[in-house]
């Protein structure tokens, strides 16, 4: 084992999602904090106009907003 001379390669980048073509991608904040779907997801819309009601855009979870 000896030293690398040089550091270790960046972690690459995170995916970047494909275009979102759903309207009204919303990330939620609670308490300051980005909230997360239990599935990882951080990106919501609000299903049929429930203004309400956050639903992730990845596995379709309902959250109940204020
Ligand atoms: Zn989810």
Redesign the pocket.
Known sequence: MTPSPTPPPPAPAAPVPPADTRPASITVRVGGKPFR???G?NVFHHPGGRTYVYE?N??G?WFNGK
Do not use: E, G, K, V
């Open positions: 779907c239990p599935c997801c992730c990845a596995c979870t």
